[in-house]
């Protein structure tokens, strides 16, 4: 590790492309060993990196009907939603996500399947690979949700036929469905 961080420190592409950020190095004396932690963000890599972005998302249910944002970034009907957080358990990324968009706090969130999707972000000219994972949670009739209006242009409650049948929904809902036709929340 010591020798990527040199090697970047010593011959970056150009003078703006590097930029660490908290790195630090602490040592056990007990064992002797060095332990390193540099979290680097190399920002000409960024499109070089492969693999999925993990999305915890949740089928909000109301009276047999499930709750569907209009993504202002991306124009697209979505189930609310986040990224985990650095060593966060996917569980409580969805309670935390839930809360941060929602107002409300959930328990007990169901796994009911998952779904993927590349989406491309113009301004950053970065293309992402996302593997969303789907939960189902209720929502009880004494909750009031208090959304957040930089995640939910338009929002409307529908049912999954109705959701199935939308044209203009984040591919990673499609995909799931495609896995999971028979997916319905009266199961």
Known sequence: MIGLVQHLVRHPRNSRSLSLTRCYRTRTTADKRLRYAPLLFYNHMRTEFQGHRVVCSAFIEKSQKVL??????????????????????????????????????????????????????????????????????????????????????DHKWVTIDELKNIENKEGALSDFFQRHPNFDIAK
Do not use: C
């Not at 569980?91 to 328990?107: A, D, N, P, Q, S």
């Not at 796994?111 to 970065?126: A, E």
């Open 68 to 153: 569907i944002f209009m993504d202002p970034k991306f124009k697209v009907w979505r189930v609310p939603g986040g990224r985990p957080e650095h060593g966060e358990k996917l569980e409580y990324t969805l309670i935390r996500e839930m809360e941060e968009e929602t107002g409300v706090k959930f328990e007990s969130p169901e796994f009911v399947g998952w779904g993927q999707d590349q989406q491309f972000k113009v301004d950053d000219r970065l293309e992402t690979s996302r593997l969303l994972m789907f939960f189902h949670v209720q929502l009880g009739h004494n909750h009031e949700l208090k959304l957040d209006p930089a995640e939910a242009e």
